[in-house]
Each structure stands twice: as C-alpha cells, then as structure tokens.
C-alpha cells in the first residue's frame, strides 16, 4: 500500500474539484464532489502506477509530504 498527498482545489465557478498529486506528475483527475475527486484519484493514481509498471519504471515513492501555506503580496 502506498500513500500520496493530493492537492484538492475547488472550483468556485463549476463546482465540484480538480485533483493533482504533486509526487506523481501527470496525475491529475476531477470530480463532481469530494467524494467523487477523492474516488476518482484513487483511481487515477492506481493507473498512474500500473502504467509506470508496464514500462518498467518503479513508481516514486513520496519522501516529505508538500507544505501549503498562503502568503499576502
């Protein structure tokens, strides 16, 4: 089992969430709710990692979680 941190970023206009995974690039999915987003990049990331399998390529394993902060300019 593996653990990943995902950047979860709502969408003010549409609604619903778009999902990145900052350790895997590339990996990126959307939902309708947070269940959905949440749902749908567990799946991604199952598919991200099973791509990498085929080619051969060992899946990167997430060192220290990313920070999120705000700052004001």
Avoid: F, Q, W
Wanted: proline share 7%.
């Amino acid at each position: 089992m593996r653990r990943y941190t995902v950047l979860l970023l709502p969408d003010a206009e549409e609604g619903g969430y778009t999902v990145r995974v900052p350790s895997l690039p590339g990996c990126i999915t959307e939902g309708d709710s947070l269940d959905e987003a949440i749902e749908n990049v567990k799946e991604a990331i199952a598919l991200y990692l099973e791509a990498l399998e085929k080619l051969g390529e060992t899946a990167p394993e997430e060192g220290v979680s990313p920070e999120l902060i705000a700052v004001e300019v």
